[in-house]
Structure formats: structure tokens, C-alpha cells
């Protein structure tokens, strides 16, 4: 099933193309891998396509509607969007952070109830910060608030989950633990998983599709298997990559 979809979908920021013409479908169940060097436009695409940036050429779907049709709050319940960097100016508790991922479904001056406070524990169990609920936000680790931000995310249980470098900050533990949750609740329950990352190896072993981009707007697109060869990363990173095999596992790694 069609969840997200571009058409012509063109991206410049300060006279650089992030992409150009850009036609595709993300469907449920599918993981997708946004890989690139850093500066090309990794973030600006995720923001692009949860409408946080408006400035585009060409057309986002979100089920088959125009995102431009689309308010804010409705776009909020379908997509839910880990940002790179997080600010917190106020001195909440970590569990009021997360609840916030229930905000979209609650209406103008109501409270969250009982079934939404189940929701943000319960994603507090699954990033282990169960002990941290009453926690200040400030007192946190970088680490420690990165998965915050996912528990977030995983309260708001949209259709659609977009991660900008979810792994950075995080203990290696982490970083498999929690995209192993995001990848297998995805596929799971025809969900789209889209995620920038910066690791190759994790995307192989994670991601069922990706997106590749190349710079001056050029990409390259498709399944993991199809995209993922030595000179498509060579291409992608400019730079040399060399393929190693061992049994049943490939790693790519710097010439």
C-alpha cells in the first residue's frame, strides 16, 4: 500500500539541488535508507517530506492527497518526524516530553487521559528509560535525550515514521536495539520507516530499500540489493569503496 509518493519533486537550498525530478513511491512495510555525504541534503529532504519545509517544486502525496490540501495537525497524525537536534526551553519532565507525541490526537484544551500516559510509558520501556519518567529534560545526557526524542515518536504511533540520523549519540547497544525495534514494529504492522544514516553497514543490514544522493540534485533509488554495489557508494560518498564478504555478511568499508 502507497503511503507516501513524490511527483517531479524538485529541492534546492542556497543554490545547491537536493534533488531534481524526483518520482517515488514509499510503501507500507517498507524500510528506506537516505544516504549521502554530509551537506547534501539528507535532512532537507525528511523535512521536505513531512512538510516542515514548503519550499519545493512539483508534488508530495500522503495517501494519494496533496500534502499542500493537508492541515498540519492531520499530516502530524500520519507522519511523526525524529528531528537531528532538539531544543528544550522549558524544564519538563521526560515523561511530559514524550506525551507530547500524543498532542495530535487530542483536541483544542483537553488533557492527555490515562490511555495516552500508557502510550508514553510503554515507549519509555522500549528506549529503557523507564526509571527517568520524572527526570528533568535539562539533566540529561545527549544520549539519553536522543532517546527521549525516539520514545516521542513512538507514543505518537503514526503511519509513518521519518528518523534523521536516529543512531547519533547512542551507545551501540542502542543504536541496534532501537533500529531493531523500528525496523521489525515497521514491517511488522505496515508501517514506513524512512531514515538518514550515516553508517552503510547499518543500512544494509537494516534497510529493505534506498536513496541514495549522489549531489547536483542527482539520486539513485531502489531496492537494497539492486542499489547497494561498490560503485554506487563510490559514486554517492566520492570516494573509494571496497566490498568485504564473510559467510553470509557483506561489509563496506573505505579503500
Known sequence: MRLLSTKNLSISIAGNDVCHSLNIEFNAGQIWGVLGCNGVGKTTLLHTLCKLRENFNGDIFLND????????????????????????????????????????????????????IKKAKDALNIVNLNDFSERSINQLSGGERQRVSLATLIAQDPDIFILDEPNSHLDLSHQINLLKHFTTYSSNNNRLLIMSLHDVNLAARFCSHLLLLTGNGEFIAGKRDDILTVNNLSHTFKYPIIKIENQDQHLYIPQ
Not at 91 to 106: K, S
Open 65 to 116: 492527497e496533496n500534502i499542500h490540501h493537508l492541515k498540519r495537525k492531520t499530516i502530524s497524525q500520519r507522519i511523526g518526524i525524529q528531528l537531528q537536534h532538539t531544543e528544550d526551553p522549558f524544564p519538563t519532565t521526560v515523561l511530559e516530553t514524550v506525551l507530547t507525541g500524543r498532542h495530535p490526537y487530542i483536541s483544542n484544551w483537553q488533557w492527555e487521559d490515562q490511555v495516552d
